[in-house]
């Protein structure tokens, strides 16, 4: 019994999309020269809409990837999609850093920032337009767009907050189009 939900985990795990974002080399100085340590931002997804982060810090990289890793896997949380898109456009917070998610029409990619890509490509959003603004510090921007993330909605949401039908929140929601693009 132990053994087979030792291998579905296993099984699970191993469809996970892993991406690290940002390795940091620190020093501190000591009596008999510097000491290096380094930290690590991982996001895990799987593809499906479900994404986490994770920050490690250890004496070696491969070691700080894995707690890093480890930490976005516990940390994984299930975000509002629109097929291959977001429904809505959202401005996330964080620091000195705002980061701007913008639904795309299909066949427009993801437009976005080393850092935020790895993000919507873990979360499995393969049509997006984003847009840093203020601070680019890797720290900042992840925090930002996990900020953007969470107020996603979707229409059922958006028609309960609001009191009213599903049905006349959905004649007024824009849906993306899904023609494909023509020049």
């Known amino acids: 019994m132990n053994r087979n939900?030792?291998?579905?985990r296993n099984e699970e795990e191993s469809n996970l999309i892993d991406k690290v974002i940002y390795i940091n080399r620190v020093a501190k100085v000591v009596?008999?020269?510097r000491r290096f340590s380094f930290s690590a931002i991982v996001v895990v997804g799987d593809g499906e809409g479900s994404v986490g982060v994770g920050f490690g810090k250890a004496n070696e990289v491969p070691e700080a990837i894995r707690k890093g890793n480890e930490r976005a896997k516990k940390a994984m949380k299930k975000y509002a999609l629109t097929?291959?898109?977001?429904?809505?456009e959202v401005t996330g917070h964080f620091g000195a850093g705002n980061v701007l998610l913008r639904p795309a029409s299909d066949?427009?990619?993801?437009?976005?920032?080393?850092?935020?890509?790895a993000i919507m490509e873990a979360l499995g959003v393969s049509n997006v337009l984003t847009k840093c603004l203020g601070s680019s510090n890797p720290h900042n921007v992840v925090k930002a767009t996990f900020d953007a993330l969470e107020q996603l909605e979707t229409p059922e949401?958006?028609?309960t907050r609001v009191g009213k039908p599903v049905e006349d929140v959905l004649s007024n929601y824009?849906?993306?189009?899904?023609?494909?693009v023509t020049a």
């Not at 097929?83 to 809505?88: M, S």
């Not at 066949?107 to 890509?117: D, E, F, K, S």
């Not at 824009?174 to 494909?180: E, G, I, L, N, R």
Request: without cysteine; positive net charge.
């Open 174 to 180: 824009t849906v993306v189009s899904t023609a494909p």
């Open 107 to 117: 066949g427009t990619g993801v437009i976005a920032g080393p850092a935020v890509r």
């Open 5 to 8: 939900n030792r291998r579905r």
């Open 157 to 159: 949401q958006y028609a």
């Open 31 to 33: 009596k008999g020269g």
């Open 83 to 88: 097929g291959t898109t977001i429904a809505h």
